[in-house]
């Protein structure tokens, strides 16, 4: 439901600056991008505060799926159009070489999917709202931290339990465009 006295939350700042970002054609199944340090995600501040999986958690459930495809923001940049991203779950680790902010939309608009997995100290990440902004569907395990909430099957997908995270991948790599 919509809540009138919500704070809105907002993409990176730097995504205002830029004229309006192009849309791709399809070519990414799900993609899921993001720092991914044990030492900074793997903490109960998410599951205490918000009784969410936090990143590290679903980052290590990500990590056992046989369509992931661990690449760095340029190899995505240079086999986006080869076709091999298309029924993938597509992992790009900040510190393997992260796409410039200023093509971030850009590149992120080929996605079916962006798999979001909660922040460090809150469940939201400009990630989703970038994403949503280019026509990009979230898989999310709060739906209902943004205004007005995300409903499953309609507008996102939603996983709950470490134990929805494959089938969540297989389903949205299972759906037609």
Same mark, same amino acid.
């Given at each position: 439901?919509?809540?009138? #006295? *919500?704070?809105?939350?907002?993409? /990176?700042?730097?995504?205002?600056?830029?004229?309006?970002?192009?849309?791709?054609?399809? #070519?990414?199944?799900?993609?899921?991008?993001?720092?991914?340090?044990?030492?900074?995600?793997?903490?109960? $501040?998410? !599951?205490? #505060?918000?009784?969410?999986?936090? =990143?590290?958690?679903?980052?290590?459930?990500?990590?056992?799926?046989?369509?992931?495809? &661990?690449?760095?923001?340029?190899?995505?940049? =240079?086999?986006?159009?080869?076709?091999?991203?298309? #029924? @993938?779950? $597509?992992?790009?680790?900040?510190? +393997?070489?992260?796409? !410039?902010?200023? @093509?971030?939309?850009?590149?992120? +608009? &080929? *996605?079916?999917?962006?798999?979001? *997995?909660?922040?460090?100290?809150?469940?939201?990440?400009?990630?989703?709202?970038?994403?949503? +902004?280019?026509? %990009?569907?979230?898989?999310?395990?709060?739906? /209902?931290?943004?205004?007005? &909430?995300?409903?499953?099957?309609?507008?996102?997908? %939603?996983?709950? &339990?470490? %134990?929805?995270?494959?089938?969540?991948?297989?389903? *949205?790599?299972?759906?037609?465009?």
């Amino acid at each position: 439901n919509y809540q009138k #006295n *919500a704070l809105p939350y907002i993409m /990176h700042p730097s995504n205002y600056l830029q004229s309006e970002t192009e849309i791709l054609p399809k #070519n990414i199944g799900i993609l899921m991008s993001g720092n991914f340090e044990e030492k900074i995600y793997n903490t109960n $501040v998410i !599951p205490d #505060n918000f009784g969410l999986l936090n =990143r590290w958690e679903i980052y290590t459930e990500i990590l056992k799926h046989k369509k992931l495809l &661990s690449i760095s923001g340029d190899e995505l940049v =240079r086999d986006l159009n080869s076709g091999e991203f298309r #029924n @993938k779950l $597509v992992l790009m680790k900040w510190q +393997s070489g992260a796409i !410039p902010t200023e @093509k971030w939309r850009y590149y992120l +608009s &080929s *996605a079916e999917f962006i798999f979001c *997995a909660p922040g460090m100290t809150m469940p939201m990440c400009h990630n989703v709202l970038e994403a949503m +902004s280019v026509g %990009v569907i979230p898989i999310l395990n709060y739906p /209902h931290w943004l205004n007005p &909430s995300l409903k499953d099957n309609f507008n996102c997908l %939603v996983y709950k &339990s470490i %134990v929805d995270v494959k089938s969540i991948i297989d389903k *949205a790599l299972s759906l037609s465009s």
